[in-house]
Protein backbone atom coordinates (compact mmCIF):
# COMPACT_ATOMS: atom_id res chain seq x y z
CA UNK A 1 0.00 0.00 0.00
CA UNK A 2 1.05 3.49 -0.74
CA UNK A 3 2.97 4.89 2.54
CA UNK A 4 0.64 7.73 2.32
CA UNK A 5 -2.08 5.66 2.30
CA UNK A 6 -1.04 3.22 4.94
CA UNK A 7 -0.31 5.92 7.43
CA UNK A 8 -3.60 8.02 6.69
CA UNK A 9 -5.66 4.63 7.30
CA UNK A 10 -3.77 3.77 10.23
CA UNK A 11 -4.80 7.46 11.63
CA UNK A 12 -8.16 7.30 10.51
CA UNK A 13 -9.01 4.31 12.11
CA UNK A 14 -7.73 5.56 15.25
CA UNK A 15 -10.67 8.38 14.73
CA UNK A 16 -8.03 11.00 12.90
CA UNK A 17 -10.58 12.79 10.90
CA UNK A 18 -7.86 15.17 8.88
CA UNK A 19 -6.43 11.93 7.97
CA UNK A 20 -9.49 10.30 6.52
CA UNK A 21 -10.33 13.56 4.91
CA UNK A 22 -6.20 13.25 2.85
CA UNK A 23 -7.83 9.75 1.49
CA UNK A 24 -10.89 11.08 0.42
CA UNK A 25 -8.76 14.67 -1.50
CA UNK A 26 -5.97 12.19 -2.64
CA UNK A 27 -8.91 9.24 -4.22
CA UNK A 28 -12.06 11.36 -4.87
CA UNK A 29 -10.72 11.58 -8.12
CA UNK A 30 -9.83 8.21 -9.26
CA UNK A 31 -13.57 7.28 -7.31
CA UNK A 32 -15.68 9.32 -9.58
CA UNK A 33 -14.03 8.30 -12.86
CA UNK A 34 -14.84 4.70 -12.06
CA UNK A 35 -18.33 5.47 -10.40
CA UNK A 36 -18.63 7.92 -14.47
CA UNK A 37 -17.70 4.38 -15.96
CA UNK A 38 -20.07 2.45 -14.33
CA UNK A 39 -23.22 4.28 -14.57
CA UNK A 40 -22.25 6.53 -17.25
CA UNK A 41 -23.91 9.82 -15.85
CA UNK A 42 -22.46 12.34 -13.56
CA UNK A 43 -25.16 13.05 -11.05
CA UNK A 44 -25.19 9.42 -9.78
CA UNK A 45 -21.41 8.91 -10.38
CA UNK A 46 -21.27 12.18 -7.69
CA UNK A 47 -23.90 10.44 -5.53
CA UNK A 48 -21.86 6.98 -5.65
CA UNK A 49 -18.34 9.28 -4.70
CA UNK A 50 -19.99 10.51 -1.65
CA UNK A 51 -22.07 7.59 -0.97
CA UNK A 52 -18.69 5.70 -0.99
CA UNK A 53 -16.65 7.61 1.14
CA UNK A 54 -19.72 7.96 3.65
CA UNK A 55 -19.64 3.93 3.73
CA UNK A 56 -15.66 3.92 3.84
CA UNK A 57 -15.80 5.95 7.03
CA UNK A 58 -18.27 3.74 8.46
CA UNK A 59 -16.83 0.66 7.67
CA UNK A 60 -13.19 1.63 7.85
CA UNK A 61 -12.35 0.00 11.06
CA UNK A 62 -13.14 -3.38 9.15
CA UNK A 63 -10.33 -2.48 6.37
CA UNK A 64 -7.22 -4.72 7.15
CA UNK A 65 -4.59 -3.29 4.78
CA UNK A 66 -4.60 -7.16 2.75
CA UNK A 67 -4.98 -5.03 -0.28
CA UNK A 68 -4.23 -1.48 -0.81
CA UNK A 69 -6.80 1.45 0.10
CA UNK A 70 -7.39 2.03 -3.28
CA UNK A 71 -8.17 -1.58 -4.26
CA UNK A 72 -10.60 -0.87 -1.30
CA UNK A 73 -12.21 2.10 -1.69
CA UNK A 74 -12.68 1.45 -5.77
CA UNK A 75 -14.61 -1.94 -4.34
CA UNK A 76 -16.60 0.13 -2.13
CA UNK A 77 -17.59 2.25 -5.25
CA UNK A 78 -17.94 -0.90 -7.51
CA UNK A 79 -20.68 -2.08 -5.38
CA UNK A 80 -22.76 1.06 -4.94
CA UNK A 81 -22.37 1.51 -8.46
CA UNK A 82 -23.70 -2.11 -8.65
CA UNK A 83 -27.00 -1.65 -6.41
CA UNK A 84 -27.70 1.18 -8.52
CA UNK A 85 -27.44 -0.05 -11.85
CA UNK A 86 -29.59 -3.07 -11.00
CA UNK A 87 -32.32 -0.65 -9.66
CA UNK A 88 -31.75 1.38 -12.98
CA UNK A 89 -34.17 0.22 -15.51
CA UNK A 90 -32.32 -0.54 -18.72
CA UNK A 91 -32.12 0.42 -21.80
CA UNK A 92 -33.92 -1.58 -24.54
CA UNK A 93 -32.20 -3.11 -27.02
CA UNK A 94 -34.88 -1.77 -29.64
CA UNK A 95 -33.44 1.97 -28.62
CA UNK A 96 -29.96 0.85 -30.43
CA UNK A 97 -32.11 -0.61 -33.47
CA UNK A 98 -33.59 2.52 -34.16
CA UNK A 99 -29.77 4.08 -34.25
CA UNK A 100 -28.60 2.09 -36.28
CA UNK A 101 -30.88 3.19 -39.29
CA UNK A 102 -29.65 6.57 -38.70
CA UNK A 103 -26.16 5.28 -38.34
CA UNK A 104 -26.01 2.87 -41.65
CA UNK A 105 -25.99 6.05 -43.65
CA UNK A 106 -22.72 6.41 -42.09
CA UNK A 107 -21.49 3.39 -41.74
CA UNK A 108 -18.64 4.05 -44.96
CA UNK A 109 -17.55 6.85 -43.27
CA UNK A 110 -13.72 6.75 -41.99
CA UNK A 111 -11.79 9.18 -40.42
CA UNK A 112 -8.80 10.48 -42.22
CA UNK A 113 -6.06 9.06 -41.79
CA UNK A 114 -3.71 12.36 -41.56
CA UNK A 115 -5.30 13.19 -38.28
CA UNK A 116 -6.93 16.59 -39.56
CA UNK A 117 -9.97 17.66 -37.76
CA UNK A 118 -12.40 17.62 -40.80
CA UNK A 119 -15.93 18.20 -39.63
CA UNK A 120 -17.19 15.29 -40.87
CA UNK A 121 -14.70 13.24 -38.88
CA UNK A 122 -15.65 15.39 -35.26
CA UNK A 123 -19.38 14.26 -36.44
CA UNK A 124 -18.05 11.04 -36.81
CA UNK A 125 -15.69 10.51 -33.41
CA UNK A 126 -18.89 12.09 -31.54
CA UNK A 127 -21.51 9.45 -33.52
CA UNK A 128 -18.82 6.96 -32.12
CA UNK A 129 -18.99 8.48 -28.96
CA UNK A 130 -22.66 8.09 -28.88
CA UNK A 131 -23.18 5.08 -29.87
CA UNK A 132 -19.93 3.42 -27.08
CA UNK A 133 -22.53 5.14 -24.43
CA UNK A 134 -25.89 3.93 -25.87
CA UNK A 135 -23.95 -0.11 -26.15
CA UNK A 136 -22.87 0.48 -22.42
CA UNK A 137 -26.63 1.02 -21.50
CA UNK A 138 -27.89 -2.07 -23.20
CA UNK A 139 -25.31 -4.44 -21.12
CA UNK A 140 -26.63 -5.99 -17.76
CA UNK A 141 -25.48 -4.60 -14.71
CA UNK A 142 -23.24 -7.79 -14.20
CA UNK A 143 -21.83 -7.36 -17.48
CA UNK A 144 -21.15 -3.94 -17.59
CA UNK A 145 -19.74 -3.89 -13.94
CA UNK A 146 -17.36 -7.21 -14.92
CA UNK A 147 -16.41 -4.94 -18.10
CA UNK A 148 -14.96 -1.87 -16.86
CA UNK A 149 -13.25 -3.67 -14.14
CA UNK A 150 -11.51 -5.90 -16.19
CA UNK A 151 -10.94 -3.14 -19.58
CA UNK A 152 -10.68 -0.01 -17.80
CA UNK A 153 -9.28 -0.59 -14.18
CA UNK A 154 -7.21 -4.46 -15.10
CA UNK A 155 -8.68 -6.44 -12.19
CA UNK A 156 -8.08 -9.73 -12.87
CA UNK A 157 -10.86 -12.27 -13.30
CA UNK A 158 -10.40 -13.32 -9.35
CA UNK A 159 -10.92 -10.12 -8.20
CA UNK A 160 -14.00 -9.54 -10.36
CA UNK A 161 -15.89 -12.53 -9.70
CA UNK A 162 -15.25 -11.66 -6.19
CA UNK A 163 -17.08 -7.95 -6.13
CA UNK A 164 -19.45 -9.49 -7.75
CA UNK A 165 -20.11 -12.78 -6.36
CA UNK A 166 -19.48 -15.30 -9.21
CA UNK A 167 -17.62 -17.99 -9.80
CA UNK A 168 -14.27 -17.56 -12.81
CA UNK A 169 -16.57 -18.82 -15.40
CA UNK A 170 -19.45 -16.62 -14.70
CA UNK A 171 -16.85 -13.91 -14.94
CA UNK A 172 -14.87 -14.65 -18.09
CA UNK A 173 -18.72 -15.03 -19.54
CA UNK A 174 -20.08 -11.76 -18.55
CA UNK A 175 -17.21 -10.08 -20.00
CA UNK A 176 -17.38 -11.86 -23.38
CA UNK A 177 -21.02 -11.15 -23.16
CA UNK A 178 -20.43 -7.72 -22.60
CA UNK A 179 -17.62 -7.03 -25.40
CA UNK A 180 -19.69 -9.44 -28.06
CA UNK A 181 -22.94 -6.78 -27.18
CA UNK A 182 -20.47 -3.84 -27.76
CA UNK A 183 -18.91 -5.23 -31.25
CA UNK A 184 -22.90 -5.79 -32.54
CA UNK A 185 -23.50 -2.51 -31.64
CA UNK A 186 -19.78 -1.10 -33.23
CA UNK A 187 -19.76 -2.59 -35.99
CA UNK A 188 -20.81 -0.13 -38.64
CA UNK A 189 -18.67 2.16 -37.20
CA UNK A 190 -15.67 0.03 -36.13
CA UNK A 191 -15.56 -2.55 -38.98
CA UNK A 192 -17.40 -5.04 -40.44
CA UNK A 193 -16.07 -8.38 -39.18
CA UNK A 194 -17.62 -9.32 -35.81
CA UNK A 195 -17.44 -12.92 -36.54
CA UNK A 196 -18.44 -13.21 -39.88
CA UNK A 197 -16.71 -13.37 -43.12
CA UNK A 198 -14.00 -16.42 -41.41
CA UNK A 199 -16.17 -18.91 -43.47
CA UNK A 200 -15.81 -17.28 -47.27
CA UNK A 201 -13.09 -16.09 -46.48
CA UNK A 202 -10.60 -19.42 -45.61
CA UNK A 203 -12.63 -22.50 -45.65
CA UNK A 204 -9.55 -24.54 -45.50
CA UNK A 205 -8.20 -22.89 -42.80
CA UNK A 206 -5.83 -25.77 -41.45
CA UNK A 207 -4.26 -23.82 -38.68
CA UNK A 208 -7.42 -24.10 -36.04
CA UNK A 209 -7.22 -25.50 -32.18
CA UNK B 1 -10.17 -27.08 -37.85
CA UNK B 2 -11.86 -24.52 -36.32
CA UNK B 3 -11.58 -21.07 -36.33
CA UNK B 4 -11.02 -19.22 -33.22
CA UNK B 5 -14.55 -18.15 -31.78
CA UNK B 6 -15.17 -15.20 -30.04
CA UNK B 7 -14.79 -15.91 -26.48
CA UNK B 8 -11.43 -17.25 -27.45
CA UNK B 9 -10.13 -13.87 -29.14
CA UNK B 10 -11.77 -12.13 -26.06
CA UNK B 11 -10.36 -14.13 -23.39
CA UNK B 12 -6.51 -13.48 -25.56
CA UNK B 13 -7.05 -9.70 -25.93
CA UNK B 14 -7.57 -9.76 -22.05
CA UNK B 15 -4.50 -12.04 -21.00
CA UNK B 16 -6.82 -14.86 -19.90
CA UNK B 17 -6.86 -17.29 -21.92
CA UNK B 18 -4.06 -19.35 -20.54
CA UNK B 19 -6.62 -21.09 -18.31
CA UNK B 20 -8.77 -22.33 -21.77
CA UNK B 21 -7.23 -22.98 -25.18
CA UNK B 22 -3.55 -21.42 -23.98
CA UNK B 23 -2.25 -18.40 -25.50
CA UNK B 24 0.75 -20.11 -27.20
CA UNK B 25 -2.10 -22.23 -29.72
CA UNK B 26 -3.80 -19.28 -30.19
CA UNK B 27 -1.07 -16.99 -31.17
CA UNK B 28 0.14 -19.97 -33.65
CA UNK B 29 -3.47 -20.26 -35.30
CA UNK B 30 -3.40 -16.33 -35.35
CA UNK B 31 -0.40 -16.23 -37.25
CA UNK B 32 -1.50 -19.17 -40.01
CA UNK B 33 -5.11 -17.74 -40.57
CA UNK B 34 -5.76 -14.25 -41.70
CA UNK B 35 -9.33 -14.29 -40.85
CA UNK B 36 -8.74 -15.03 -36.98
CA UNK B 37 -6.12 -12.21 -37.36
CA UNK B 38 -8.68 -9.59 -39.11
CA UNK B 39 -11.42 -10.70 -36.27
CA UNK B 40 -9.05 -10.10 -33.52
CA UNK B 41 -8.07 -6.59 -35.09
CA UNK B 42 -11.82 -5.82 -35.86
CA UNK B 43 -12.50 -6.88 -31.70
CA UNK B 44 -9.18 -4.59 -31.11
CA UNK B 45 -10.90 -1.57 -32.73
CA UNK B 46 -14.08 -1.80 -30.77
CA UNK B 47 -12.15 -1.56 -27.71
CA UNK B 48 -10.36 1.14 -28.80
CA UNK B 49 -13.31 3.25 -29.83
CA UNK B 50 -14.53 2.00 -25.85
CA UNK B 51 -11.61 3.44 -25.05
CA UNK B 52 -11.87 7.34 -26.51
CA UNK B 53 -15.32 7.36 -24.38
CA UNK B 54 -14.51 10.94 -22.57
CA UNK B 55 -15.04 10.66 -19.41
CA UNK B 56 -15.85 14.41 -17.26
CA UNK B 57 -12.64 16.02 -16.03
CA UNK B 58 -12.83 16.79 -11.89
CA UNK B 59 -10.44 19.07 -11.27
CA UNK B 60 -7.22 18.42 -8.25
CA UNK B 61 -9.64 20.21 -6.11
CA UNK B 62 -12.44 17.71 -6.46
CA UNK B 63 -11.30 15.59 -3.16
CA UNK B 64 -11.49 19.04 -1.40
CA UNK B 65 -15.26 19.25 -2.89
CA UNK B 66 -16.75 15.86 -1.91
CA UNK B 67 -14.64 16.13 1.70
CA UNK B 68 -16.67 19.45 1.73
CA UNK B 69 -20.04 17.33 0.69
CA UNK B 70 -19.56 14.37 2.93
CA UNK B 71 -18.07 15.96 6.20
CA UNK B 72 -21.41 17.24 7.62
CA UNK B 73 -22.95 13.61 7.45
CA UNK B 74 -20.16 12.36 9.67
CA UNK B 75 -20.99 11.46 12.97
CA UNK B 76 -17.63 12.16 14.40
CA UNK B 77 -16.66 15.51 14.34
CA UNK B 78 -12.88 17.10 15.59
CA UNK B 79 -13.10 17.26 18.98
CA UNK B 80 -11.40 18.41 21.89
CA UNK B 81 -9.60 15.44 23.74
CA UNK B 82 -12.06 16.04 26.62
CA UNK B 83 -15.07 15.70 24.29
CA UNK B 84 -15.95 12.23 24.52
CA UNK B 85 -15.62 11.92 28.40
CA UNK B 86 -18.05 15.12 28.25
CA UNK B 87 -20.61 12.80 26.62
CA UNK B 88 -20.26 10.29 29.71
CA UNK B 89 -21.77 12.92 31.81
CA UNK B 90 -25.18 13.83 30.23
CA UNK B 91 -28.06 13.18 33.05
CA UNK B 92 -29.37 10.17 31.50
CA UNK B 93 -26.27 8.03 31.49
CA UNK B 94 -25.72 9.60 35.25
CA UNK B 95 -29.06 8.12 35.97
CA UNK B 96 -28.24 4.94 34.62
CA UNK B 97 -24.80 4.85 35.86
CA UNK B 98 -26.31 5.41 39.67
CA UNK B 99 -29.31 2.55 39.05
CA UNK B 100 -26.46 -0.04 38.15
CA UNK B 101 -24.47 1.23 41.45
CA UNK B 102 -27.61 0.86 43.85
CA UNK B 103 -28.35 -2.55 41.95
CA UNK B 104 -24.42 -3.57 42.60
CA UNK B 105 -24.53 -2.45 46.46
CA UNK B 106 -28.17 -4.02 46.90
CA UNK B 107 -26.79 -7.12 45.54
CA UNK B 108 -24.16 -7.27 47.72
CA UNK B 109 -26.56 -6.26 50.90
CA UNK B 110 -28.60 -8.89 49.80
CA UNK B 111 -25.81 -11.77 49.81
CA UNK B 112 -24.66 -10.71 52.71
CA UNK B 113 -27.36 -11.05 54.96
CA UNK B 114 -30.22 -12.80 53.22
CA UNK B 115 -29.89 -16.39 54.23
CA UNK B 116 -32.19 -18.08 52.51
CA UNK B 117 -30.43 -17.87 49.06
CA UNK B 118 -27.17 -19.89 50.47
CA UNK B 119 -26.60 -23.39 49.13
CA UNK B 120 -26.83 -26.62 51.25
CA UNK B 121 -24.51 -26.52 53.45
CA UNK B 122 -21.35 -29.60 53.35
CA UNK B 123 -22.29 -32.66 55.61
CA UNK B 124 -21.18 -31.77 59.14
CA UNK B 125 -22.13 -28.18 58.79
CA UNK B 126 -25.37 -26.24 59.61
CA UNK B 127 -27.26 -24.70 56.96
CA UNK B 128 -27.28 -20.52 57.54
CA UNK B 129 -23.93 -20.05 59.16
CA UNK B 130 -22.33 -18.44 56.67
CA UNK B 131 -19.70 -16.94 58.54
CA UNK B 132 -19.16 -20.03 59.86
CA UNK B 133 -17.44 -20.78 55.86
CA UNK B 134 -16.14 -17.45 54.06
CA UNK B 135 -15.52 -19.23 50.88
CA UNK B 136 -19.10 -20.04 50.37
CA UNK B 137 -20.05 -16.79 51.39
CA UNK B 138 -18.28 -15.62 49.19
CA UNK B 139 -19.83 -17.62 46.76
CA UNK B 140 -23.63 -16.77 47.71
CA UNK B 141 -22.67 -13.06 47.32
CA UNK B 142 -21.39 -13.18 43.51
CA UNK B 143 -24.32 -15.73 42.90
CA UNK B 144 -27.09 -12.65 43.74
CA UNK B 145 -24.98 -10.03 42.21
CA UNK B 146 -25.12 -12.15 39.41
CA UNK B 147 -28.79 -12.95 39.53
CA UNK B 148 -29.35 -9.12 39.53
CA UNK B 149 -27.20 -8.71 36.34
CA UNK B 150 -29.21 -11.34 34.30
CA UNK B 151 -32.16 -10.15 35.19
CA UNK B 152 -31.12 -6.48 34.22
CA UNK B 153 -29.63 -7.83 31.16
CA UNK B 154 -33.05 -9.14 30.26
CA UNK B 155 -34.58 -6.34 30.70
CA UNK B 156 -32.12 -4.60 28.39
CA UNK B 157 -31.92 -7.53 25.51
CA UNK B 158 -35.86 -6.81 25.75
CA UNK B 159 -35.36 -3.08 24.91
CA UNK B 160 -32.92 -3.96 21.87
CA UNK B 161 -35.27 -6.26 20.65
CA UNK B 162 -38.25 -3.78 20.46
CA UNK B 163 -35.56 -1.46 18.92
CA UNK B 164 -34.26 -3.56 16.30
CA UNK B 165 -37.63 -4.80 15.50
CA UNK B 166 -39.15 -1.53 14.78
CA UNK B 167 -36.14 -0.77 12.80
CA UNK B 168 -36.85 -3.79 10.29
CA UNK B 169 -39.99 -2.79 10.29
CA UNK B 170 -39.57 0.80 9.05
CA UNK B 171 -41.96 1.97 5.92
CA UNK B 172 -39.78 1.86 3.48
CA UNK B 173 -40.31 4.91 1.09
CA UNK B 174 -37.35 6.26 -1.19
CA UNK B 175 -35.66 7.53 1.53
CA UNK B 176 -36.03 6.31 5.26
CA UNK B 177 -35.46 8.38 8.68
CA UNK B 178 -34.12 6.37 11.16
CA UNK B 179 -33.11 9.79 13.14
CA UNK B 180 -35.42 7.84 16.60
CA UNK B 181 -33.98 4.29 16.15
CA UNK B 182 -31.08 6.30 15.79
CA UNK B 183 -30.86 8.07 18.97
CA UNK B 184 -32.24 4.79 20.77
CA UNK B 185 -29.46 2.45 19.15
CA UNK B 186 -27.05 5.14 21.06
CA UNK B 187 -28.23 4.78 24.32
CA UNK B 188 -28.81 1.26 24.19
CA UNK B 189 -25.04 0.74 22.63
CA UNK B 190 -23.83 2.67 26.16
CA UNK B 191 -26.01 0.05 28.09
CA UNK B 192 -25.14 -2.76 26.35
CA UNK B 193 -20.88 -1.85 26.62
CA UNK B 194 -21.51 -1.58 30.60
CA UNK B 195 -23.22 -5.11 30.66
CA UNK B 196 -20.95 -6.79 28.33
CA UNK B 197 -17.93 -5.68 30.31
CA UNK B 198 -19.54 -6.29 33.39
CA UNK B 199 -20.42 -9.98 31.95
CA UNK B 200 -16.73 -10.11 31.06
CA UNK B 201 -15.44 -9.58 34.45
CA UNK B 202 -17.98 -11.99 36.04
CA UNK B 203 -16.76 -14.72 33.67
CA UNK B 204 -20.32 -15.06 31.51
CA UNK B 205 -19.40 -15.80 28.17
CA UNK B 206 -22.36 -17.01 26.89
CA UNK B 207 -23.77 -13.35 28.33
CA UNK B 208 -20.97 -11.58 26.71
CA UNK B 209 -21.29 -13.47 23.55
CA UNK B 210 -24.42 -12.21 23.00
CA UNK B 211 -23.93 -8.27 24.09
CA UNK B 212 -20.87 -8.41 22.04
CA UNK B 213 -23.28 -9.33 18.73
CA UNK B 214 -25.61 -6.86 19.44
CA UNK B 215 -23.50 -4.33 20.01
CA UNK B 216 -22.36 -4.72 16.86
CA UNK B 217 -25.45 -4.51 14.97
CA UNK B 218 -26.60 -1.25 18.05
CA UNK B 219 -23.04 0.05 16.41
CA UNK B 220 -24.07 -0.05 13.28
CA UNK B 221 -27.49 1.38 13.33
CA UNK B 222 -26.31 4.61 15.63
CA UNK B 223 -23.20 5.58 13.19
CA UNK B 224 -25.92 5.26 10.17
CA UNK B 225 -26.59 8.46 8.49
CA UNK B 226 -30.32 9.43 9.91
CA UNK B 227 -31.82 9.48 6.38
CA UNK B 228 -30.73 7.04 4.33
CA UNK B 229 -31.84 5.93 0.74
CA UNK B 230 -34.23 2.84 0.37
CA UNK B 231 -31.10 0.53 -0.65
CA UNK B 232 -29.02 1.81 2.14
CA UNK B 233 -31.90 0.85 4.13
CA UNK B 234 -32.85 -2.74 3.07
CA UNK B 235 -28.65 -3.24 3.53
CA UNK B 236 -28.87 -2.88 6.58
CA UNK B 237 -31.97 -4.23 7.10
CA UNK B 238 -30.96 -7.73 5.26
CA UNK B 239 -27.53 -7.36 7.66
CA UNK B 240 -29.85 -7.71 10.72
CA UNK B 241 -32.10 -10.09 9.60
CA UNK B 242 -28.89 -12.08 7.71
CA UNK B 243 -27.42 -11.98 11.03
CA UNK B 244 -30.23 -13.55 13.53
CA UNK B 245 -29.50 -10.92 15.54
CA UNK B 246 -33.34 -10.12 16.73
CA UNK B 247 -33.96 -13.85 16.96
CA UNK B 248 -31.09 -14.47 18.92
CA UNK B 249 -31.74 -11.72 21.28
CA UNK B 250 -35.25 -12.78 22.07
CA UNK B 251 -34.67 -16.34 22.91
CA UNK B 252 -31.62 -15.55 24.73
CA UNK B 253 -33.47 -12.42 26.48
CA UNK B 254 -36.46 -14.72 27.04
CA UNK B 255 -34.15 -17.33 29.07
CA UNK B 256 -32.52 -15.11 31.19
CA UNK B 257 -35.97 -13.52 32.08
CA UNK B 258 -37.06 -17.19 33.12
CA UNK B 259 -33.67 -18.07 34.75
CA UNK B 260 -32.77 -20.51 32.68
CA UNK B 261 -29.54 -19.30 31.80
CA UNK B 262 -27.01 -20.19 34.70
CA UNK B 263 -24.40 -17.61 36.30
CA UNK B 264 -21.10 -19.23 35.75
CA UNK B 265 -21.03 -19.37 39.84
CA UNK B 266 -23.54 -21.76 39.35
CA UNK B 267 -22.48 -23.42 36.55
CA UNK B 268 -19.23 -23.81 38.75
CA UNK B 269 -20.80 -24.62 42.09
CA UNK B 270 -23.15 -27.18 40.14
CA UNK B 271 -22.05 -28.09 37.19
Known amino acids: MDVNDAHDVTQAQAGDELAFRRLVERHGRGVFQLAFRLTGSEPDAEDIVQETFLKAFRELRRFEARSSFKTWIHRVAVNCAYDLLRQRPRRKAESLDAADEDGAQGGGIEPEADGTSRPDRLAFGAEVQRRVRTALELLTPTERTAFVLRHFEGRSLVEIGETLGLRTGATKHSIFRAVQKMRRALAPFVGTAVGIGKEGLEPGCSAGL | ?271
Open chain 2, 1 to 271: MNHLTEEQLVLYHYGDAAESAGTASIEEHLHACAACEADLIDLRRTLNAVDALPVPDRGDGYGSEVWARIQPSLNRRSEPWWQPLQALFVPRRIVFAGGVLVLMVAAFVAGRFVPDLQPAAPDGQEAGAPAANPQFAAVEQRQVRERILLIAVGDHLERSQVALVELVNNPAGPHVDISDERRNARELVFENRLYRQTALTTGDQAVASVLDDLERVLVEIANSPARMSKADFEKVRTRIEQQGIIFKVRVFGERVREGSVPSPVDARVHG
